[in-house]
């Protein structure tokens, strides 16, 4: 059983059944860490008290920015985004942080340098380096703005800053995860 198979949803209310136990002291000290702390009340600022749904993702995401007090972000972008990029810079500005954007393809690397397997001479995608010079930059928070899946998972790999990605790399569906998922769903439902 999991959670999608599990009719109780006990945890809904507050319970358990016997797949779901947690070490409860344990993550809630966890959650008592100053830090963890002021993530979690800041993240309910912008949800709780029916303001739900009432804000958009770059909206909270300003927000939030603001509540953290982080005084430098990162934006790790694709270049294919940069027009984008460009003009949420002064966008991020206004919250009174320093933003350091850094592109896909910082550091100039080819394909046939990042993977062993190719034979194409052009410029690769490096997000090692892309987190490495965000690193250097000691951004508190990296935004993450279309990057490509695996890049992706190695920049938060790599990266020791505080991560949220803003928007997900999907070219089929001018990046709508959902309308994505819906295609699928529809392809899947002709078969
Ligand atoms: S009660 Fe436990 S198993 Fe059921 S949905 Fe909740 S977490 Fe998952």
Same mark, same amino acid.
């Given at each position: 059983m999991d959670c999608i198979d599990? #009719?109780? #949803?006990s945890c809904r209310k507050g319970g358990k059944t016997r797949i779901c136990e947690i070490n409860k002291e344990k993550t809630i000290s966890e959650y008592k860490n100053e830090e963890n702390q002021k993530i979690v009340q800041n993240a309910a600022i912008l949800v709780d008290n029916g303001r739900a749904? /009432? %804000?958009?993702r770059i909206q909270e995401l300003l927000e939030f920015i603001r509540l953290m007090k982080y005084q430098k972000i990162g934006l790790a972008y694709c270049y294919g985004l940069e027009n984008l990029v460009s003009q949420l810079l002064p966008v991020f500005r206004k919250t009174g942080a320093e933003v350091v954007p850094v592109s896909c /393809?910082? &550091? &100039? %690397? %080819?394909q046939d340098e990042v993977n062993q397997e190719s034979r194409i001479h052009n410029v690769s995608c490096n997000p090692l380096s892309q987190a490495e010079k965000l690193n250097q930059e000691k951004v508190e928070l990296t935004i993450v703005i279309g990057l490509c899946l695996g890049h992706d998972i190695l920049l938060n790999r790599y990266l020791k800053s505080d991560v949220t990605t803003l928007l997900v790399k999907d070219r089929t569906v001018s990046h709508d995860v959902m309308k994505g998922i819906s295609k699928l769903f529809l392809e899947l439902n002709r078969q």
């Open positions: 599990c #009719k109780a #949803k749904g /009432t %804000l958009s /393809t910082f &550091g &100039g %690397l %080819l």
